[in-house]
């Protein structure tokens, strides 16, 4: 739209510049006009006194009897000096002596050459209204869309600017996820309360802005909000994105929210990046059930060797949740290598245990 704007502008632009350069050419070609037509008048001619015939101001000799023409004292031709004396022509006549025309205003040059086209007042004071009813039209328009724009961003900066302060009063500073808190939480993380989820999610009550790299740190930011819906919609938000993300999650996996820590191993083992692998093993010597065996499925759904290996060292687990969880995760990874693992666990001692292993055992053998 601004290309085609430009052009009308600039269109516009030359046009009256045409119309500036049409009026004085013609204005100039209309006096060189009235100087010819004072130079070449019938008052300015000259009548020869010999023969009456009328020539040119500043002939030297008459066109039509071929005799001089009378000089006045100034050396030019005048009416005023009186005629010589007749005398005969002479048997052998000079030959005549060009008459030299009178120096004028020359039309054939350019740009008098033609006289340039002009509009008439009524039809230029009607296209140079529309040509300004458009400019202003187009203006208002666009001051309007840069201030809403400008707007929206300035809203964007002060909710990020307001996240950021809100996480580095509430969240403990971070190094990599392979590493300690450097300034441990008031409490212990385990025992932090859960915040309870509305049971009706609303829509992405957030706006993103800057590059994908911003876009991630702020979707990172919003997951420790304490409106579940917000934290949801952001980790939806991330796991749409993909792998992209899962560097930046991978270093939020010991985080002391257990909600916070919910989303993000889980949104791990939805985008199933094996960045992330070393860090969710990391995750299976806590003691909270709960992270042992979100880490473990999403330890299933990476699937690669390091992430089987990882999950079978966890089948002699004293908890039968933690237990019943790997066995789930390595029939997910398909691995049939897992199976000789698996087999011990057919006779658990728990109920689940044993169905979950016989049931995983059945479906790698078919994948063998």
Same mark, same amino acid.
């Given at each position: 739209?601004?290309?085609?704007?430009?052009?009308?502008?600039?269109?516009?632009?030359?046009?009256?510049?045409?119309?500036?350069?049409?009026?004085? %050419?013609? =204005?100039?070609?209309?006096?060189?006009?009235?100087?010819?037509?004072?130079?070449?008048?019938?008052?300015?001619?000259?009548?020869?006194?010999?023969?009456?015939?009328?020539?040119?101001?500043?002939? =030297?000799?008459?066109?039509?009897?071929?005799?001089?023409?009378?000089?006045?004292?100034? @050396?030019? $031709? @005048? +009416?005023? !000096?009186? $005629?010589?004396?007749?005398?005969?022509? $002479?048997?052998?006549?000079? $030959?005549?002596? !060009?008459?030299?025309?009178?120096?004028?205003?020359?039309?054939?040059?350019?740009?008098?050459?033609?006289?340039?086209?002009?509009?008439?007042?009524?039809?230029?004071?009607?296209?140079?209204?529309?040509?300004?009813?458009?400019?202003?039209?187009?203006?208002?328009?666009?001051?309007?869309?840069?201030?809403?724009?400008?707007?929206?961003?300035?809203?964007?900066?002060?909710?990020?600017?307001?996240?950021?302060?809100?996480?580095?009063?509430?969240?403990?500073?971070?190094?990599?996820?392979?590493?300690?808190?450097?300034? &441990?939480?008031?409490?212990?993380?385990?025992?932090?309360?859960?915040?309870?989820?509305?049971?009706?999610?609303?829509?992405?009550?957030?706006?993103?802005?800057?590059?994908?790299?911003?876009?991630?740190?702020?979707?990172?930011?919003?997951?420790?909000? +304490?409106?579940?819906?917000?934290?949801?919609?952001?980790?939806?938000?991330? %796991?749409?994105?993909?792998?992209?993300?899962?560097?930046?999650?991978?270093?939020?996996?010991?985080?002391?929210?257990?909600?916070?820590?919910?989303?993000?191993?889980?949104?791990?083992?939805?985008?199933?990046?094996?960045?992330?692998?070393?860090?969710?093993? @990391?995750?299976?010597?806590?003691?909270?059930?709960?992270?042992?065996?979100?880490?473990? !499925? /999403?330890?299933?759904?990476?699937?690669?060797?390091?992430?089987?290996?990882?999950?079978?060292?966890?089948?002699?687990?004293?908890?039968?949740?933690?237990?019943?969880?790997?066995?789930?995760?390595?029939?997910?990874?398909?691995?049939?290598?897992?199976?000789?693992?698996?087999? &011990?666990?057919?006779?658990?001692?728990?109920?689940?245990?044993?169905?979950? /292993?016989?049931?995983?055992?059945?479906?790698?053998? +078919?994948?063998?």
């Amino acid at each position: 739209m601004n290309t085609i704007f430009y052009i009308f502008v600039v269109t516009g632009v030359l046009f009256y510049l045409y119309l500036l350069f049409a009026y004085l %050419v013609d =204005k100039k070609r209309d006096v060189l006009i009235l100087d010819l037509e004072k130079n070449f008048s019938r008052s300015n001619f000259k009548k020869c006194p010999h023969c009456g015939v009328l020539n040119l101001p500043y002939a =030297k000799m008459c066109e039509f009897c071929k005799r001089k023409m009378p000089v006045d004292e100034a @050396g030019e $031709p @005048g +009416e005023e !000096t009186p $005629p010589p004396p007749l005398e005969p022509p $002479p048997e052998e006549s000079p $030959p005549p002596e !060009t008459s030299t025309p009178p120096k004028g205003p020359d039309l054939k040059k350019f740009p008098y050459s033609v006289a340039w086209p002009l509009l008439n007042p009524a039809a230029l004071i009607s296209v140079t209204g529309i040509y300004l009813a458009v400019i202003l039209i187009y203006g208002f328009f666009a001051g309007v869309y840069a201030l809403g724009k400008k707007g929206v961003e300035q809203i964007d900066e002060i909710s990020i600017q307001a996240a950021k302060q809100r996480a580095s009063r509430q969240t403990p500073a971070y190094e990599t996820y392979g590493q300690k808190l450097l300034q &441990p939480p008031t409490r212990t993380p385990d025992r932090l309360p859960v915040r309870t989820p509305t049971p009706m999610p609303s829509p992405t009550p957030f706006s993103l802005a800057g590059t994908r790299e911003e876009q991630i740190t702020q979707l990172v930011l919003h997951l420790e909000n +304490e409106d579940w819906n917000v934290s949801r919609q952001a980790r939806k938000k991330l %796991v749409e994105i993909g792998k992209p993300a899962a560097k930046e999650l991978a270093k939020e996996v010991d985080h002391p929210d257990p909600m916070v820590r919910t989303h993000v191993i889980s949104a791990l083992g939805e985008i199933g990046d094996p960045v992330a692998a070393d860090a969710l093993i @990391g995750l299976l010597e806590r003691d909270d059930p709960v992270t042992v065996i979100l880490a473990a !499925t /999403a330890l299933g759904r990476i699937g690669t060797k390091t992430c089987v290996r990882a999950l079978e060292g966890i089948l002699d687990h004293p908890d039968w949740r933690i237990r019943r969880a790997a066995v789930l995760s390595l029939a997910e990874s398909g691995d049939s290598v897992s199976v000789k693992a698996l087999l &011990p666990l057919v006779e658990d001692d728990h109920e689940k245990v044993r169905e979950a /292993a016989s049931k995983a055992v059945e479906k790698l053998k +078919e994948k063998e």
